[in-house]
């Protein structure tokens, strides 16, 4: 089965259906993933590419290290390929 990342739905919802984004999101310079109470509150209306941009992190890269842990990732309604 594919594993399609959603890049309009919240982290929150991303995490549910994907647990392993957390370490993937992590890695990439989202520290604050780690804390559960982060991502129950923040998490719920916060998106990866929000967070990049608050975070000044790179979209394109983020995208790209999503893709290379075997995600198939979809932005404003179209796959990246």
Do not use: C, H, W
């Amino acid at each position: 089965m594919a594993k399609v990342l959603d890049m309009n739905k919240s982290v929150y919802e991303l995490i549910k259906q994907y647990p392993e984004i957390a370490d993937i999101m992590k890695n990439i310079g989202f520290e604050s993933i780690s804390d559960p109470l982060m991502v129950n509150t923040v998490g719920r209306y916060m998106t990866i590419p929000k967070g990049a941009s608050m975070k000044k992190i790179n979209l394109d890269s983020v995208i790209k290290e999503f893709e290379a842990k075997g995600f198939t990732v979809i932005t404003g309604g179209t796959e990246n390929e």
